[in-house]
């Protein structure tokens, strides 16, 4: 069973602070991996994507990928009420797992103004 | 320009009815893909097309679900003998390809209740 893991929550931060989300998954043979956004009644949206060893930078968000240690992680910096949702990790399994995308359960993150 | 649609948004049925659930993607997108969250989960993976075949149903809980996509366009996702425990919202997404980076496109998705 191909998983992907990520810490429940909820994650509560203040405004302003930084946001530390992880996710973890166990099919090494996995090539891609995809932050999305889920707003409360909506439905996901990508956020981040990153596909090698180490950081990605785009805006406030900041994605992590360790292949080594099959760990990614988003952080969101200078964060803000509306930042609060459900953040889900997806890991495509590459071309030995058909190119299917596992959605982890989500963390979902409060930002207090 | 338009995103993924799905119809109907809210389908209400009696257990042991058959419901029909359609998706219609980006247009251009070959790759389309149905998923099935619960409450408090993520999406899970039922099925993916690319074009008019399907390259993985791995994920179709059993005989009841079966999808097509007969022009490699609009999708159909169908449950037979609906169960209670069928209800959910049932996501669509489509992407340009399924090279396995390509940024997969949500439906707003449709809610599906078993009485």
């Known amino acids: 069973q191909k998983e992907v893991e990520q810490n429940s929550g909820p994650l509560s931060v203040p405004e302003g602070a930084i946001a530390s989300l992880n996710c973890t998954y166990s099919?090494?043979?996995?090539?891609?991996f995809f932050w999305y956004r889920q707003y409360s009644g909506k439905s996901p949206e990508l956020i981040m994507s990153i596909y090698s060893n180490g950081d990605k930078e785009d805006g406030r968000f900041t994605a992590q990928l360790n292949k080594a240690s099959q760990y990614v992680s988003l952080l969101i910096r200078d964060s803000q009420p509306s930042d609060s949702a459900t953040y889900l990790c997806a890991v495509n399994l590459g071309g030995t797992g058909g190119f299917k995308t596992i959605f982890g359960a989500g963390t979902r993150l409060f930002v207090k103004a | 320009g338009a995103g993924v649609s799905q119809t109907p948004s809210n389908k209400v049925t009696e257990k042991g009815k058959y419901v029909e659930l359609r998706c219609d993607p980006i247009s251009g997108h070959t790759a389309l893909y149905w998923y099935r969250q619960s409450l408090g989960q993520g999406p899970e993976f039922l099925i993916y097309f690319q074009g008019t075949g399907a390259a993985d149903d791995s994920g179709l809980p059993n005989d009841r679900f079966f999808a097509v996509r007969p022009e490699g366009s609009v999708s159909t996702l169908k449950i037979q003998r609906t169960e209670r425990g069928d209800s959910a919202v049932y996501l669509c997404?489509?992407?340009?390809?399924?090279?396995?980076?390509?940024?997969?496109?949500f439906g707003p998705g449709t809610r599906l209740l078993v009485l």
């Open positions: 099919d090494r043979g996995s090539q891609s």
């Open positions: 997404a489509s992407s340009r390809g399924t090279g396995g980076r390509e940024t997969q496109y």
